[in-house]
């Protein structure tokens, strides 16, 4: 089955902006080999952006902007809100190439999209109607969700995207990727992590969330960026990363938190707000969740 026969059609509009990402996606899959450099400017968070970042923000902003239904899209890359249609109802938050630091080894990078029935993007992820990713891999896949179940395409050779994985449901495994430096854990985290290494757990980390989760959904386990040293809130980025990956992993009957609860619960309060992010199956959050209620009850 092909992704457009695949999409629910009630809700028109989502269905619409679903297949043009998709299509965003085939043209950021083609940029890859002519925008591989670094450039002179900086995103929100101060780092140094990849040419390829760029471009690939400037592919779905340009892209979708003018969508008569789209109020207001919010990227990684900028720092302003983008204000779309007075009239639009729908907005969007995305990392437009999660990963780009590993082009320069060709790992798998990935596009994160999570989209809400609102003018404000500045909601908390529950309220999403749908979340998507595209992996650009040796496949180039695609996964989305509408809350009814999650979803894999994967794009074949007259550039379509074909069903391979249809209600995808966390697996089982025993996987954990973990994020920050060892030397910075917080005790309740390294407690976390050396009772899954004790349970048979087994490292699997390529260091871009979007594959690393992926992984998660394929096979079980967790992925976490946690709390660390001085860095109370993490690395990942709410609206951009934890959200949409959150919204998918939940609909794949998994879970997200920040150690304390779900994450999906927070009201965000500014673009770049980073959160710690624990995500993969419900026993393992439940596992984190109980070594940090430990930790705060002394």
Known sequence: MLLKDHIPGDDGELKDLILRISEMGKRI???FISNQGVSDTENIYGETQVEMDKWADGILVEGLRHLPYMASIVSEERDDIVECSPGGSLSVCFDPLDGSSLMGVNLTVGTIVGIYRSRSPLRPGSEMIGAMYILYGPLT???????????????????????QRENMRIGDGHIYAPGALRKDWLPYHRQFIERLESEGYKLRFCGAFVADVHQIIIKGGVFTYPAFGNKPSGKLRLLFEANPM???????????S?????????????????????????????????????????
Do not use: C, M, W
Not at 141 to 161: C, I, K, M, Q, W
């Open 29 to 31: 899959r083609e940029g």
């Open 141 to 163: 896949t695609l996964v989305y969700s509408v809350g009814n179940g999650v979803h894999e395409f994967a794009l074949d050779a007259r550039g379509s995207y074909v069903l």
């Open 246 to 256: 959150g919204y998918i992993v939940t609909n794949a009957g998994g879970a997200v």
């Open 258 to 298: 920040d150690g304390n609860g779900d994450i999906l619960s927070i009201q965000p309060e500014r673009l770049d707000q980073r959160v710690p992010v624990y995500i993969g199956g419900k026993r393992e959050i439940g596992i984190i969740e109980d070594e940090k209620r430990k930790e705060d009850e002394g």
